[in-house]
């Protein structure tokens, strides 16, 4: 089976590629990226052939930070919905954290959600396992095992590691494995009871403030704790001022540090809040306009090199009540790419930065084979089309949850066509 | 003159015209609690509930008694009896109440913005008597009432609020009103009771009362939850009070006819001294009079009632 998409802007960042031509699939692999040279090479019958001529043809995104709540919360999110909006959003490759029920702590649950989302197939799904057993901040899983089935990257995502002691292990013994750890920076005893950045909304609105801080304080010891036993940390969903300029220094001191932001971050800011809307109710949560500045600046400059969704499904039962008692998280599989075009449109990033940020480097970040169009690797491929005037409507979601603050703005850019080992999973009508 | 608004939820939404009416509106209202026969026929076959997730005495007999006064068909539901011990959200209650086909709910709920939610929810006019940390907005217009009858005017006058100002929300609305209103607004209390960023209210920030206090017309002591020593928002009560406790010497930086007010209920010796609560300056009692009169005002006037 041969697929051939002609007439694209071809835009690879891991080769420096960037080109109008045809770019051939053969057997799930990437066969051929030929320049448009004007001839008339015919195709043969066994090619299926689409224009995309006005299109951007892109490595498959990546999305290194999401939840599928399955197993145990299939009520907001199973793993086939969730890779189902995945694909719809441009994504051929998820990572999905641990916070389930039971927690993915253990080789069989690590199995189970590989084993879901080949039955699915529409999209690849690479378990993060949990750091400590039920991500309880106590012991350390079997980071090798865990791994040997299926685990990329390690986390406690939602509970940060309170213990300096046990994040030192974790990072030490994760290096030795050569496996990322990703941390969730907030320190929970400045954070508890907190329901938005705090500020002059969190007063006027009497809701109990969230400190950048809470943020800060955790991002700075995992700097030092990286810097200090040499091993690598990536830090998760940055959304402040002080910890870009954190990871900065310690990126320009040598230290071993990847950073990604979700597009609410650059996004919006926490006068969004003003009418107690639950769907903006995240965490970290959304903070001041400096600090979405300080965001956009960190993607410029590189000290933020991935954007990922923070895909975080709740149904109507878990954001329909008073803002106090609503869960936290923004769905965002269907809207990041949308969203974090705007980027190029504001000058923050050229074209190519952007798709580094939401594919090759997700990709390295987790040493997953995916993140380039290179002839020989896999046929995952998203295309673009940058112009498309469209309107998010939770109503077509293909999540199964609707927590969307971004319904009915209307956005430009989506992606018209995902392929996923050389087949297509998402085809725009 | 009409309120053309559905729901009081908070004094931020108020334009000082609204403020306005609804302390004249008030104040035509006085008279009918000092009658032999207390009652107007006014919202006569008119339903007004009063919805409250959170324990209130005075609160919530002063909406009560102000319905009554008003021949309002007036029902107190409290969390403890209704089906919320059973699970069911707000929005199902309030969609159920809905049903019921009331008039105005009076909601007083734990959590900043519930009245919000309500409100959005239903067709029925929402009166919110108190949220989470947010607003108590009938509490600042009674006591806007309270100072107006006082002196005359709110403009002009230096009003001192004492306490926790962070988790006030009688503070809140108060501050919101009195900026409305002309006044000036000094507020005093330990850094752990006040927002890092209070002064973006347009108020003056202090931390010692004795600043606060300093020729000012009125004095408003907060209550002290006494739960919150365990959050460490102050080390203990004796100390809370040997700084922030109103006492005579403070009494004598501020105006000589300074009023002193409170929202109720008192911790005696801790926030006001007994001989100041009960002495010439405290118009503690008057504020829980002019309660009933606002909160009939705002009734009347939310279910098309004309000034």
């Known amino acids: ?429 | 003159m009409k309120l053309e608004r559905k729901d009081i939820l908070g004094i931020r939404d108020l334009s000082v015209d609204e403020i306005n009416l609804i302390l004249d509106t008030s104040e035509s209202f006085l008279e009918i609690s000092t009658r032999e026969i207390k009652k107007v026929p006014t919202l006569r076959g008119k339903t007004v509930i009063n919805l409250f997730y959170e324990a209130s005495t005075r609160t919530r007999t002063s909406f009560e008694i102000a319905g009554k006064r008003l021949s309002a068909d007036t029902i107190n539901i409290s969390a403890s009896t209704s089906s919320v011990v059973k699970g069911e959200t707000l929005i199902d209650t309030a969609l159920t109440l809905e049903s019921m086909h009331p008039d105005v709910i009076v909601i007083r709920h734990s959590a900043s913005g519930a009245p919000h939610l309500l409100a959005k929810t239903i067709r029925a006019s929402v009166i919110n008597a108190g949220d989470g940390t947010h607003e108590h907005p009938t509490q600042a217009l009674l006591d806007m009432m309270t100072m107006k009858a006082r002196k005359g005017r709110i403009a002009g006058l230096k009003v001192a609020i004492v306490g926790d100002i962070l988790h006030s929300r009688v503070a809140r609305s108060n501050i919101y009103g009195l900026r409305k209103m002309g006044a000036r607004v000094a507020v005093a209390g330990p850094a752990t009771m006040m927002p890092l960023t209070m002064a973006e209210m347009g108020v003056e920030v202090h931390h010692r009362i004795e600043e606060a206090v300093l020729d000012a017309d009125v004095i408003m002591m907060l209550r002290i939850q006494t739960e919150r020593q365990h959050q460490n928002i102050f080390p203990t009560l004796r100390e809370y009070a040997r700084y922030f406790c109103l006492n005579r010497r403070h009494l004598d930086l501020a105006r000589e006819d300074c009023l002193v007010m409170h929202p109720g209920p008192i911790n005696r010796g801790v926030e006001i001294s007994p001989d100041i609560a009960d002495g010439p300056a405290s118009v503690i009692l008057e504020q829980v009079a002019n309660g009933v009169a606002v909160r009939m005002a705002l009734l009347y006037l939310l279910t098309g009632g004309k000034a």
Request: proline content about 5%; overall charge negative; aromatic content about 4%.
């Open chain 1, 1 to 429: 089976m041969k697929l051939l998409l002609t007439g694209g802007r071809i835009l690879d960042p891991s080769c420096g590629l960037d080109t109008h031509g045809d770019l051939l699939v053969e057997d799930g692999r990437i066969a051929a990226v030929e320049e448009r040279t004007g001839g008339k090479k015919s195709p043969g019958k066994a090619v299926q052939v689409l224009d995309v001529t006005g299109r951007i043809v892109v490595p498959g995104l990546v999305d290194m930070h999401t939840h599928l709540r399955e197993p145990g919360f299939e009520y907001k999110e199973t793993i086939a919905t969730g890779c189902r909006a995945a694909a719809a959003g441009g994504f051929t490759a998820i990572a999905c954290m641990p916070n389930t029920n039971p927690v993915n702590d253990h080789r069989p649950i690590t199995e189970f959600i590989l084993r879901k989302a080949a039955e699915c197939g529409l999209c690849r799904v690479y378990p993060v396992a949990a750091v400590s057993l039920e991500s309880a901040g106590k012991s350390l899983t079997e980071f090798g095992d865990l791994s040997e089935a299926g685990a990329v990257a390690f986390s406690d995502d939602g509970k940060p590691v309170m213990d300096s002691a046990l994040m030192r292990r974790a990072l030490e013994y994760a290096a030795s494995l050569d496996l990322p750890v990703i941390s969730h920076c907030e320190d929970a005893t400045l954070t508890a009871g907190g329901q938005m950045n705090e500020g002059a909304v969190s007063m006027e609105l009497g809701l109990q403030g969230i400190p950048s801080t809470a943020e800060e304080i955790m991002v700075a010891r995992d700097l030092l704790l990286a810097g200090f036993s040499g091993a690598a940390v990536h830090i998760a969903h940055v959304s402040t001022a002080g910890s870009v300029r954190l990871i900065r220094e310690a990126k320009a001191r040598g230290v071993r540090v990847t950073a990604e932001t979700a597009p609410h971050y650059f996004t919006l800011t926490e006068e969004a809040l003003w009418e107690y809307d639950t769907n903006l109710k995240v965490n970290p949560p959304l903070r001041r306009a400096a600090d979405v500045a300080a965001i956009r600046e960190g993607l410029r400059d590189g000290t933020i090199d991935a954007i990922a969704s923070d895909h975080a499904p709740h149904a109507s039962t878990d954001k329909d009540v008073e803002f106090a008692y609503a869960a936290s998280g923004i769905l965002g599989l269907e809207t990041s790419l949308g969203l974090s075009l705007k980027l190029v449109r504001d000058g923050v990033l050229p074209l190519e930065a952007l798709v580094a940020k939401m594919s090759t480097h997700p990709a390295a970040i987790l040493n997953l084979p995916g993140g380039t169009l290179r002839p020989g690797s896999q046929a995952d491929i998203t295309v673009i089309d940058a112009e498309r005037n469209w309107t998010v409507d939770i109503r077509r979601f293909q999540s199964r949850s609707r927590n969307s603050p971004f319904d009915g703005w209307t956005l430009t850019g989506k992606a018209v066509l995902t392929i996923k080992d050389g087949v297509i999973v998402f085809q725009d009508s």
